[in-house]
C-alpha cells in the first residue's frame, strides 16, 4: 500500500508540472524553435558505446558529449557488480525506477519507438532523451552499489570472483574504447589503480568504518580523475575557463547583489526593453546575456530558450510590433464605435499609424500586478505595448480582456473616471492545484504506513 501511494504521488507531481505546458501547447499557444523529432530525439539519446562514459570520458567517442556524460566512478560499478539477489529485491522500487529511465534514454533510437514517442508528445517534449532520464539510472545505480558495499562488510564468499571479472572488464574497457576525439582516460595508472584498490576492497575484510572510509576517498579520487579527463578534442576543459571567458558570468553578480533592492522598487511604469544582444535570423532562441533579464539587469525583449510564446515569435519577427515591444511602457486607444471592442470582431488601422494615448496612464508596475488611472467619456478599446498572454484579468467589471487579433494586450474600457488593477493568474491553475494536493497527501499517508510497520513489534 506504501508502494501505491509513493506511485499516487510521484504521478500527481508529474500531472502538476506538466499541467501548464500541455494546455498551452493544446492551445496552440507556444512555438518550438527545434521541434523534437524523432531524428533529434534519436541523436540525443544515450547509445551502448555511452555505457563506458560511466566511468570513461565520453567525449573521446563525441564530438560534444555534454548530453551523454553521465559518470558514476568505477567503485560503483565494482559495488553493483558484487550485489546480491537480496539488494534487487530489497531495493526493487528503485531498480524499476532505474531500469525504465535507461529504456526511455536509449530506446529513442530504435525507429518505431522513437516515432512513437514523438507522437506522444506532451509526454516526451525534450529534445535530449539522455540529459533527462541519465540522473535517475546514475541514483540507481550509486544505491544499489552502496548497498552491495555495505552486505560485503559481512559477506565475502563468492564476491572476490565477482569483483576481479568486472575489474577485468573495466581495464579492458578502458584500452578499448575508442579515442577519436581524444583520450578515454589521460591516466590510465589511475583507472588500473582504482580498479585494484576496489577489488582489494572486496576481497580484504575490514572493519565497516575503515571500508567506509576508504571507499569515500577512492570515490573522491575517482571523481577527480573523470572531471580531468573531460576534454571536448582532447585539449578543451569545461573546468577551466579563462578569466576573460569567465568574465561576462561573473559580472551578473553584481546584479544579483542588487535584485531584492530593486523588486522592492518597482518603477512607475515599465521602461524601454532590451533588444536582442544578436540577431533573431542567426540566434532565434536568444543568448546567455539575453537570458540576463532573470537577475534585473534590465526589461528584455527576448530570454534564452527553444519553447516560447506564440504571440512573442509573432512579435519579434514582425518590425512594426517588435518596435512598439521595445518602446517604454504606452497605451493606445481607439472607440469602440469604429474599431470594435469584442473579440474576433476588431478592426484596427495599421500599427504604424497608432499614437500613445494621454486619457490612460501607468500609475504602479509590479511584479504581481500594474495599476492604471483612466479618464474616458465614451467606451474604447487599449492596446498595450505588452504581450497579449490569456490569464491577465481586471479587478473591476468595468474593463474586460479582449482579443484584438495582434500579438498586444488588449482592454475593453468603459467610459469613466477610474482605476483599475491589471493582475495575471495562470489559467486552468485549480487542476494544477489539486493535482499538488493529491499528491501531498499520498506522500503523507506513505510515510505514515511505513513510519507505522517499523513500529509494529516483529
Known amino acids: 500500500m506504501a508502494l501505491a501511494l509513493a506511485v499516487v504521488s510521484a504521478a500527481a507531481v508529474c500531472l502538476a508540472i506538466l499541467l501548464p505546458y500541455v494546455r498551452a501547447e493544446q492551445a496552440h499557444e507556444l512555438y518550438r524553435v527545434f521541434e523534437p523529432t524523432a531524428a533529434v530525439r534519436a541523436g540525443a539519446s544515450t547509445a551502448p558505446l555511452d555505457l563506458f562514459g560511466s566511468y570513461l570520458n565520453n567525449f573521446a567517442w563525441t564530438y560534444d558529449g555534454t548530453i551523454t556524460a553521465w559518470a558514476v566512478g568505477i567503485p560503483v560499478l565494482v559495488g553493483l557488480a558484487c550485489a546480491r539477489g537480496a539488494t534487487f529485491r530489497r531495493q526493487a522500487p528503485l531498480v524499476a525506477c532505474g531500469a525504465l529511465a535507461l529504456v526511455l534514454e536509449m530506446t529513442p533510437k530504435i525507429g518505431f519507438v522513437g516515432r512513437a514517442m514523438v507522437s506522444l508528445r506532451p509526454l516526451f517534449a525534450s529534445r535530449f532523451p539522455a540529459a533527462e532520464y541519465k540522473a535517475v539510472v546514475a541514483v540507481a545505480l550509486i544505491v544499489l552499489a552502496a548497498d552491495a558495499w555495505s552486505q560485503i562488510a559481512s559477506r565475502r564468499r563468492g564476491l572476490r570472483w565477482r569483483a576481479v571479472l568486472a575489474g577485468g572488464v573495466l581495464v579492458f574497457g578502458a584500452l578499448l574504447a575508442p579515442s577519436t576525439y581524444g583520450s578515454p582516460t589521460r591516466e590510465l595508472w589511475l583507472v588500473v589503480a582504482v580498479v585494484a584498490i576496489s577489488c582489494a576492497l572486496?576481497?580484504?575484510?575490514?572493519?565497516?568504518?575503515?571500508?567506509?572510509?576508504?571507499?569515500?576517498?577512492?570515490?573522491?579520487?575517482?571523481?577527480?580523475?573523470?572531471?580531468?579527463?573531460?576534454?571536448?578534442?582532447?585539449?578543451?576543459?569545461?573546468?577551466?575557463?579563462?578569466?576573460?571567458?569567465?568574465?561576462?558570468?561573473?559580472?551578473?553578480?553584481?546584479?544579483?547583489?542588487?535584485?531584492?533592492?530593486?523588486?522592492?522598487?518597482?518603477?512607475?511604469?515599465r521602461p524601454a526593453r532590451v533588444p536582442p544582444f544578436a540577431s533573431l535570423a542567426n540566434s532565434p532562441t536568444g543568448t546567455d546575456l539575453d537570458a540576463t533579464g532573470w537577475i534585473a539587469d534590465g526589461y528584455h525583449l527576448i530570454d534564452y530558450g527553444g519553447t516560447i510564446e506564440r504571440v512573442l515569435w509573432r512579435a519579434e519577427h514582425n518590425p512594426t510590433w517588435e518596435a512598439l515591444l521595445l518602446a517604454p511602457s504606452r497605451a493606445y486607444t481607439f472607440p469602440c464605435a469604429s474599431t470594435g471592442c469584442r473579440t474576433g470582431m476588431v478592426h484596427l488601422p495599421t500599427a504604424n499609424q497608432w499614437k500613445p494615448s494621454s486619457d490612460v496612464h501607468t500609475l504602479a508596475y509590479g511584479s504581481q500586478s500594474i495599476v492604471y488611472s483612466v479618464d474616458i467619456s465614451r467606451p474604447e478599446l487599449m492596446i498595450e505595448n505588452e504581450l497579449s498572454i490569456r490569464g491577465w484579468h481586471s479587478d473591476t467589471p468595468r474593463v474586460r480582456p479582449v482579443d484584438a487579433g495582434v500579438p498586444l494586450r488588449a482592454w475593453r474600457l468603459s467610459s469613466g473616471d477610474y482605476r483599475f488593477i491589471a493582475s495575471f493568474q495562470e489559467p486552468d491553475r485549480t487542476p494544477q492545484e489539486l493535482a499538488a494536493m493529491v499528491s501531498l497527501i499520498a506522500w503523507i499517508g506513505c510515510c505514515f504506513l511505513i513510519g507505522r510497520r517499523r513500529r509494529v513489534p516483529a
Open 202 to 269: 572486496v576481497a580484504i575484510r575490514l572493519p565497516r568504518r575503515l571500508l567506509a572510509g576508504l571507499l569515500i576517498g577512492l570515490v573522491i579520487v575517482d571523481g577527480v580523475r573523470e572531471a580531468y579527463d573531460y576534454r571536448l578534442q582532447g585539449t578543451v576543459s569545461s573546468w577551466r575557463a579563462t578569466p576573460a571567458e569567465a568574465a561576462p558570468y561573473r559580472a551578473r553578480d553584481a546584479y544579483v547583489r542588487k535584485l531584492p533592492a530593486l523588486l522592492e522598487q518597482a518603477p512607475n511604469a
